[in-house]
């Protein structure tokens, strides 16, 4: 499983990358704003996207663009139209939530993340 983290804090790229790594994911790449997780997956041209992933974690809090935003964009290319998006959030609020599910995410989690619902996630 193709694994993109997109996320601000270095330290939280450090703990998530961790985390799957020793829940036996390798295929674990890190972006640190939009603008890098946009370069790796090859949005150049906003209508394709070159590289495949089966699962964004994304940060809602990144520097360059409020992550619904990134969200919004990746729906909208097709070919990751259906990835799985998990938002994550400092913002753990029912309307973080609701404001996650409108911008395309499939699911929310609040922040530091909790490892075993990261796992239920992933085998869903």
């Given at each position: 499983m193709a694994i993109?983290?997109?996320e601000s804090s270095?330290?939280?790229r450090d703990r998530l990358t961790?985390?799957?790594g020793a829940e036996g994911y390798t295929e674990v790449v890190t972006a640190e704003s939009a603008r890098h997780a946009f370069q790796y997956l090859g949005l150049e041209d906003p209508a394709q996207a070159t590289r495949d992933v089966d699962l964004?974690?994304?940060d809602i809090g990144l520097p360059d663009m409020e992550g619904y935003e990134v969200a919004r964009r990746l729906r909208r290319v097709p070919?990751?139209?259906t990835v799985r998006l998990i938002?994550?959030?400092g913002y753990d609020t029912p309307e973080a939530r609701s404001r996650s599910v409108e911008a395309g995410f499939?699911?929310?989690l609040g922040k530091p993340v909790d490892l075993s619902a990261l796992e239920t996630l992933?085998?869903?």
């Amino acid at each position: 499983m193709a694994i993109l983290i997109v996320e601000s804090s270095p330290e939280g790229r450090d703990r998530l990358t961790s985390l799957l790594g020793a829940e036996g994911y390798t295929e674990v790449v890190t972006a640190e704003s939009a603008r890098h997780a946009f370069q790796y997956l090859g949005l150049e041209d906003p209508a394709q996207a070159t590289r495949d992933v089966d699962l964004i974690l994304l940060d809602i809090g990144l520097p360059d663009m409020e992550g619904y935003e990134v969200a919004r964009r990746l729906r909208r290319v097709p070919k990751l139209a259906t990835v799985r998006l998990i938002a994550v959030s400092g913002y753990d609020t029912p309307e973080a939530r609701s404001r996650s599910v409108e911008a395309g995410f499939d699911y929310h989690l609040g922040k530091p993340v909790d490892l075993s619902a990261l796992e239920t996630l992933i085998a869903t």
